[in-house]
Structures are given as C-alpha cells and as structure tokens.
C-alpha cells in the first residue's frame, strides 16, 4: 500500500451505503480520489466539487471580521 495522504470529508454521506463521515479523499495525478471506507465506494472528484464540499472551519475562523 503507497503512503498517499489521506483526509476524511467531514459532513459527506457516501451516495452507496449513506454512511456518514466514512469519505477518504485523497490527490492522485491532477485530480482527487474519493473513496468510502466502509463500503469501498471509489469515485474521482474535480478539484472544486472537493472544495466545495469540504468545510474548512479553521480557513473560516481566520477570515472572520468581529464588528
Ligand atoms: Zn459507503
């Protein structure tokens, strides 16, 4: 098994088995893999449909303007 970093999509259901926070995604080429660690559910994703979906809490923090 190659070592490729892996990160889970918090708040993504896997379209198969509709279990909740089981997506892996993981770079390979030019382009994300995302797979469902229960069910093993693989799919290729685009670039923004995986940034799109992942919420980046930590990004939002740091961007957000207290009055
Ligand atoms: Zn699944």
């Known amino acids: 098994m190659t070592a490729k970093r ?3 999509i918090a708040g993504a ?3 198969v088995c509709h ?3 089981t997506l892996a ?3 390979e080429d030019n382009s994300y893999r995302v797979a469902c660690v229960k ?3 693989t799919q290729g994703q ?3 449909m995986i940034s799109a979906k992942r919420p980046d809490k930590e990004n939002i923090i740091g961007i957000f ?3």
């Open 6 to 8: 892996k990160r889970f």
């Open 19 to 21: 279990s909740a926070d």
């Open 25 to 27: 995604v993981w770079r």
């Open 39 to 41: 069910c093993g559910y």
């Open 13 to 15: 259901t896997c379209p």
């Open 65 to 67: 303007h207290p009055e």
């Open 46 to 48: 685009d670039d923004d």
